[in-house]
């Protein structure tokens, strides 16, 4: 089962080149706990792969990688809908358009998200104003450790926003291998995003009869319309958060800049990371194999295959120049490994 000095760059988004050490391709559970086992032999870091669409790898990567295809969807009929059963595996947009095809509501503004269902709770992915934890149930995860097996709920993962228990105090302590969702069949569509509204003409929330595919349907041409697909050109998505800041800051920037992108977060304002790149004047620039999408100012790309290291490095090169422009910290979303 295990393999050696296997090639990853098929394996994740960016197509950046590198090699894993070692690498294990695993189906089942008792597989997960043999690789696991293999590499608490060998004292190895362990890289947990699914879709490779939120990482970037700069270097190779000395431990094992452990790519997970562990499958299996199930549906369970509510008197409010339904809840979904997914191993880690699937594929995150399969899922999404299997339930909206159901009509099912809840998970339709998170459509054409890449990725493996395993790693949406980590990120806590959201789009168009909704978040996986909308949804949550609750998810299994081994641990890393021991091997057991534990549950976890959703208080247990201490969502936020692209943020949870997984990316804090539990990083690295364990794998993903099931999640649960709850959906609903007494439905009402969010579409209070600016960009859904304008799809829609501005229906206001929750207007007209509109179905979960429906919806989703409209995301996914949202989508297209912005966002290359890493088939096309190679990219990991949105390459930062939108950062939160204080509403005195929100003000200061609003004063010298108008028409500045923010949405109300409570008592802080989450500014539009696209908007601060865009007008930083980095969208549609390149540093060698690597640069800046020309539609989309928050996705980085690397057309040339370029290292791990080329990426990095222009991710801090626009962190710093926004930093400077307008005192405002720039988190990365993908995960740098090793």
């Not at 539609?295 to 290292?307: E, M, S």
Request: glycine share 10%.
């Amino acid at each position: 089962m295990i393999q050696t000095d296997i090639d990853l760059q098929p394996l994740n988004t960016l197509a950046i080149a590198a090699r894993a050490a070692y690498f294990a391709r695993v189906e089942s559970l008792e597989q997960l706990r043999e690789a696991l086992a293999f590499a608490r032999g060998r004292k190895l870091p362990i890289l947990p792969l699914g879709g490779g669409s939120n990482i970037v790898l700069t270097g190779d990567y000395p431990g094992l990688v452990i790519h997970m295809e562990l499958h299996g969807l199930s549906l369970e009929e509510t008197p409010e809908g339904a809840r979904v059963n997914a191993a880690a595996g699937e594929n995150w947009h399969q899922l999404v358009m299997h339930t909206v095809e159901r009509g099912l509501g809840g998970l339709e503004n998170l459509a054409l998200i890449p990725g493996k269902i395993g790693a949406a709770p980590i990120q806590n992915i959201g789009a168009y104003g909704v978040e996986l934890r909308d949804s949550f149930i609750d998810l299994q995860a081994v641990h890393i450790a021991t091997g057991e097996l534990r549950e976890f709920s959703a208080a247990d993962c201490e969502f936020g926003y692209r943020d949870s228990v997984f990316k804090g105090r539990a990083r690295d302590r364990y794998i993903i291998t099931r999640v649960r969702l709850e959906l609903s069949s007494d439905w009402c569509p969010r579409i209070d995003y600016p960009a859904l509204g304008e799809y829609f003409g501005r229906r206001e929330q929750g207007g007209g009869a509109l179905t979960p595919e429906e919806v989703a349907r409209a995301v996914i041409a949202i989508r297209n319309s912005k966002l290359p697909s890493p088939d096309e050109i190679p990219n990991a998505g949105s390459f930062f958060k939108n950062p939160l800041v204080d509403a005195d800051l929100y003000h200061s920037l609003k004063k010298v800049h108008p028409d500045l992108v923010a949405f109300a977060a409570g008592e802080r304002w989450k500014l539009a990371a696209a908007w601060l790149i865009d007008r930083a004047g980095w969208r549609g620039r390149r540093r060698n194999a690597v640069g800046v999408h020309d539609r989309q100012a928050l996705v980085l790309v690397n057309p040339g295959r370029g290292a791990g290291a080329e990426v990095t490095a222009l991710a801090a090169e626009i962190a710093a120049d926004v930093r400077a422009r307008f005192g405002v910290e720039l988190e990365p979303e993908p995960r740098y490994y090793p």
